[in-house]
């Protein structure tokens, strides 16, 4: 977890935003004397745009890599990784390994065929081109570039460079070791032949900026969630992963099986209702896989990839994967006399519960809706994958009738539930657990009706709710206390979840909805009349507050309810995610009295310590709160909900890592209970700290 620096800070306003401007110190002209003194050779008209383009990587690193923090630094080794990667796309690469040295630095090894260092036009290596010009990537070289490219958003590894204090590549080619080093980008060696080679291939290692970048530590991590990925969309690809300092985390991935296996460990918490099944084709250039499993729970996932990126927005590959699922269904139980003729056709969400699916693509120049690739536009996709995906499954079907049988009865099952949701939707509109203005009877709320200014307190048990309610600004700020856990809204189902008092209370108590989606505009189709098919929003508009702070123990339990919490937001609020209106309150874990007047509050054990080794007098007395409940009004108002010098922290859902969150979503709410358990106990901690940026 990242723990805000200081306590009498408030860094919720700038969490996980590009760091200001003024944060970066680089002033343009010094940059270009200390580059024009580290430069050999002439100064030619190149050289200088080759400065300026590095120049303005290290001025404004967001427009490269993201931002100038965590986000970008871990950009920067996705493009590197994402060059061997490429490499392996070509068919010339097996292995990459990737390093996180003590001092702090990273390298990354694959064995390809190895940058080409021969002379380029102007004198110039092909390898310094790519380090130092932006956008070269591949694209060098006739005959020598790739079909087929990932890389996120096609920066180059030069951006890498700028952002490095130092950078060394080493290539091995034509039975040479050729090495090249730079600085901040700039060049300060010739590409100097520095042994003999058995192999090919190319070895990137760099030590990031703490000049121009506010973050400098890898996070294994989020890198080792990459590799992962990556090696379950390339299955013939070892990776390994190695920490110097911390040897435990030394780690190798390899899938022989590849999105097979992805959907297996997707599923592994679940019960499947078939093997997976896989489809692969390749045709005009494109190459599609996909594979699916059905399992009894409700929730659906679908990863979609195209050149090893992951579109969290979908695209065509979606659209035509989920249009071949909803006809072949509806087909086959039409044939089969399973729905009648003046029965209503299956939705696509009807036919997509319970239902795990990767799909991935390679193919030359995907078009993306924008930069970062989050939704694939190319059009040709759409048939392609639709009629893989219809010709395979209906194939599937006749030929495995038991299993055809049970995903038809899922999806009338679906069909059903969904009508009933939508009563039970309706009802909670009336309940009477809302007084007279629609507002849960336990909700205290505030006075204001600006949503800007309101913040929600959830929080665990009756308790704490009431020294919140004795401690909150009541013009701002508002209090609804949870009894108990909220119920496990990965398993239940909607409806089931839509009849339990807390869930009740807090649709109620935002006063946006909830979505309730048919799935038919995914489909392209109009979307239907509210009212009439219970297509129902979530309305961020209506929103009664811009900050919902959930507010729990920080033992077993508190995370647990935390996690239910932030699963039911991600399936039926993603929005409030979105929009980064969600945050965890930091109660702390210690205080320490210091005489009779002074207390010191500490966030952990370290900070106790910290705050313990500071003090000037002796006598003082330690003591762990249990639970929120053990607060006074006044204590918690100090230390936890004042704005004046709480810590908040936002919940920031990261796309990239929408894989690991499955994973975890998948594990810590599926069916089978055991896989669950021992999760939650060994890792209740760490899943959130993992999975949601704090
Ligand atoms: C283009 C051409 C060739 C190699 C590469 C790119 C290449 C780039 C990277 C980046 C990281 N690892 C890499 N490995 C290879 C060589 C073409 C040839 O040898 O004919």
Not at 7 to 31: I, K, L, N, R, T
Not at 182 to 189: A, D, M, N, R, S
Not at 397 to 410: G, M, Q, S
Not at 630 to 653: C, G, Q, S
Request: hydrophobic share 35%; proline share 3%.
């Amino acid at each position: 977890m990242a723990t805000p620096e200081k306590f009498d800070e408030q860094p919720e306003d700038d969490m996980g935003q590009q760091g200001s401007e003024e944060e970066v110190h680089f002033e343009s002209e010094e940059a270009t004397e200390s580059i024009a003194k580290k430069v050999e050779g002439d100064y030619t008209a190149e050289n200088i745009q080759v400065l300026e383009g590095l120049e303005a990587v290290r001025h404004r690193p967001g427009m490269y890599v993201g931002d100038n923090g965590k986000k970008g630094l871990h950009h920067m080794f996705r493009e590197v990784l994402d060059n061997g990667v490429d490499e392996t796309l070509a068919g010339y690469c097996d292995r990459i390994d990737v390093v996180l040295h003590e001092d702090g630095s990273m390298s990354v090894e694959d064995n390809g065929r190895g940058i080409p260092v021969d002379m380029h036009e102007k004198g110039v290596s092909a390898l310094q081109i790519v380090m130092t010009t932006l956008h070269a990537g591949g694209k060098f070289g006739d005959g020598g570039g790739y079909k087929v490219s990932g890389g996120l958003h096609g920066v180059g590894v030069s951006c890498t460079n700028a952002l490095s204090s130092w950078m060394e590549t080493t290539i091995q080619r034509d039975g040479k070791v050729y090495r090249q080093r730079y600085e901040q980008g700039i060049p300060v060696t010739e590409v100097e032949v520095v042994g003999k080679a058995k192999g090919t291939g190319t070895r990137q290692h760099w030590l990031p900026d703490g000049d121009v970048l506010t973050a400098t530590v890898y996070d294994s991590t989020i890198v080792k969630a990459r590799l992962r990925e990556v090696a379950y969309l390339n299955p013939g690809l070892t990776l390994t992963f190695a920490n110097i300092k911390v040897p435990e985390e030394d780690e190798t991935f390899h899938y022989e099986r590849g999105i097979v296996q992805l959907i297996e460990d997707l599923n592994e918490a679940y019960e499947p209702i078939n093997e997976p099944i896989y489809f692969h084709r390749v045709r005009e250039g494109m190459e599609v896989e996909v594979a699916i499993q059905y399992q009894t729970a409700y929730n659906t996932t679908i990863l979609a990839y195209s050149n090893n990126i992951h579109q969290p927005d979908g695209g065509t590959h979606v659209s035509g994967f989920m249009t071949a699922m909803t006809r072949v269904i509806n087909q086959y139980a039409r044939k089969m006399n399973l729905i009648k003729e003046k029965e209503k056709n299956f939705t696509s969400d009807d036919v997509l519960e319970g239902l795990t699916a990767v799909i991935a693509l390679k193919l030359e120049n995907p078009s993306y809706n924008s930069q970062d690739k989050v939704k694939l536009v190319t059009p040709e996709v759409q048939g392609l994958t639709n009629s893989l995906v219809g010709d395979g499954l209906q194939t599937y079907l006749e030929e495995n009738p038991k299993v055809a049988k049970r995903i038809v009865d899922k999806a009338m099952i679906a069909q059903r539930a969904r009508e009933e949701a939508r009563k039970a939707a309706e009802a909670v509109k009336r309940s009477n657990a809302m007084d007279s203005f629609g507002l849960p009877g336990k909700l205290s709320d505030c006075v204001s009706r600006d949503p800007q200014l309101c913040e929600l307190f959830i929080v665990e048990g009756e308790s704490a709710g009431g020294s919140a309610k004795g401690a909150r600004d009541r013009v701002t700020q508002a209090v609804l206390p949870l009894r108990g856990k909220i119920l496990n809204v990965e398993r239940a189902r909607l409806d089931k979840a839509l009849e339990n008092e807390e869930i009740k209370n807090l649709i109620a108590a935002l006063g946006a909805g909830i979505a309730i989606n048919t799935g038919r505009e995914e489909q392209g189709e109009e979307p239907l009349d509210e009212k009439k098919n219970g297509h129902q929003h979530f309305d961020l508009e209506k929103l009664r507050y811009h900050k919902i702070i959930i507010m729990t123990d920080a033992d077993v339990d508190g995370e647990h309810i935390r996690t239910l919490l932030l699963t039911f937001f991600y399936r039926y609020m993603k929005p409030l995610i979105e929009a980064g209106y969600v945050y965890l309150a930091q109660p702390p874990l210690y205080v320490i009295k210091e005489g009779n007047t002074t207390r010191h509050y500490a966030m952990d054990a370290e900070e106790r310590d910290r705050i313990i080794s500071g003090l000037k007098r002796r006598n003082h007395e330690v003591t762990r709160f249990k639970g929120l409940g053990e607060m006074n009004a006044e204590e918690l108002e100090v230390t936890t909900m004042n704005p004046e010098n709480r810590r908040l922290v936002k919940v920031e859902f990261d796309g990239e890592r929408d894989l690991q969150v499955e994973m975890m979503f998948s594990r810590l709410m599926g069916d089978k209970v055991e896989p669950r358990r021992e999760f939650i106990e060994r890792h209740a901690k760490e899943v959130t700290d993992l999975d949601w940026h704090y």
